[in-house]
């Protein structure tokens, strides 16, 4: 490790264990007044905004509502965000109080730099009837376990009646603790498939897109259809067997490396300092090379000209898993990397789960 690294991962592993930083100052639905209410009654000088990427246009609009209904200047926290985990940092947006997250739920293992207020942005439409039928419709095999993103949670519990009406058993379980509600999927953490993976015959993800779908059939070993709420369509299940074959490959590829980078984040929440150390002394254990590396966010660019044969990456899970074509070296989870140097079978896959 070089020497630089370490006194900069001893202040964050001592802010994490001291529990430093604050828990959420609220959590609310949706953008609208009880949020504002709040916020007026805080007294608030000066906000900072956050949004995320599907929301950036509408930046400008949404940060002049908020001035408007809670009285305090607003500045948006401009940088793209990576996910519920990365929440703007005391000083980010200067001589901001308190920051408004739009789009994310609260990590509850996560202690905040700021006060910091979560807007779920829960969906209201939907309708559940239609998409009991559209299931029905498809063929689906009548024990489901039902996973949701944030946004469409709310539809959750009225999904699983209409499908028990029509003879399904639907199974819907709590995660662990970085997870705030039962059902509810999170990148880097499926913990509640995981714990229902072997009573079911398959997993409904509620919500749009391909980064969850994605990410649970690398979770479970489970079919899984991504249910979309709002067109009322399903899609095939995940081709989970591509997946793999895809990780494999980067597993492969890195089978020789001799000289191993440690990636390891500052971020409070995805700071795994403890796994990163762990991790370099097994690759010495192997007669290989290893050094961490320490970063906040992680730049592809920040990788490049660097003598490193591979890297592991403590941070979040998905930038291996969805993001390796960015890098110009093969760059693995932590169990990956235990397959590439050969602690670990290839078979059972495990997914990086974050706790
Ligand atoms: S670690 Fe990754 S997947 Fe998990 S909340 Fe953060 S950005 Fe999202």
């Known amino acids: 490790m070089s020497a630089d690294v370490l006194p900069q991962l001893r202040t964050v592993q001592a802010r994490v264990e001291a529990g430093a930083g604050f828990e959420p100052a609220g959590v609310f639905p949706r953008f609208e007044e009880p949020l504002f ?37 607003v500045d948006l926290a401009a940088r793209s965000c990576f996910g519920a985990c990365d929440v703007p940092e005391a000083g980010e947006v200067p001589g901001a109080e308190a920051a408004v997250v739009l789009g994310h739920a609260p990590i509850p293992n996560i202690r905040l730099p700021l006060p910091t207020y979560f807007v779920e942005m829960r969906e209201r439409a939907g309708d559940t009837a239609a998409l009991s039928r559209t299931v029905v419709q498809a063929q689906l095999p009548r024990s489901l376990g039902l996973v949701a993103s944030i946004q469409h949670l709310d539809l959750v519990e009225p999904l699983r009646s209409a499908l028990a009406e029509v003879g399904y058993t639907v199974r819907v379980a709590t995660g662990d603790h970085r997870l705030a509600y039962a059902a509810q999927a999170l990148g880097c953490n499926y913990s509640p498939v995981e714990a229902l993976a072997g009573e079911v015959e398959g997993f409904l993800f509620l919500g749009t897109g391909a980064f969850h779908p994605r990410g649970l059939a690398l979770a479970v070993d489970r079919p899984v259809w991504p249910l979309d709420p709002l067109r009322n369509e399903i899609e095939p ?12 490959l980067r597993v492969a590829s890195a089978r020789d490396a001799e000289r191993w980078g440690v ?8 700071f795994r300092g403890a796994m990163a150390e762990s991790l370099r002394r097994r690759a010495e254990a192997r007669g290989r090379s290893a050094t961490l590396l320490a970063f906040g966010r992680l730049d592809p ?19 291996a ?33 974050f706790r």
């Open 237 to 248: 299940p995940v081709d989970r067997a591509s997946l793999l074959r895809e990780r494999w």
């Open 301 to 319: 660019a920040d990788l490049q000209g660097r003598a490193f044969d591979a890297y592991v990456n403590t941070a979040c899970p998905r930038i």
């Open 263 to 270: 990636l390891v984040s500052s971020f409070a929440g995805q």
């Open 37 to 73: 209410a709040t916020l007026r009654a805080a007294g608030y000088h000066r906000l900072a905004l956050q949004l995320p990427a599907g929301l950036a246009r509408n930046g400008a609009d949404l940060a002049a509502e908020l001035a408007k209904k809670s009285g305090a200047r």
């Open 321 to 353: 898993t969805d993001d390796a074509a960015l890098y110009d070296r093969p760059i693995l989870t932590p169990p990956e990397f235990l397959m590439a140097i050969g602690e670990e079978p290839l078979e059972p896959y495990r997914f990086d789960t």
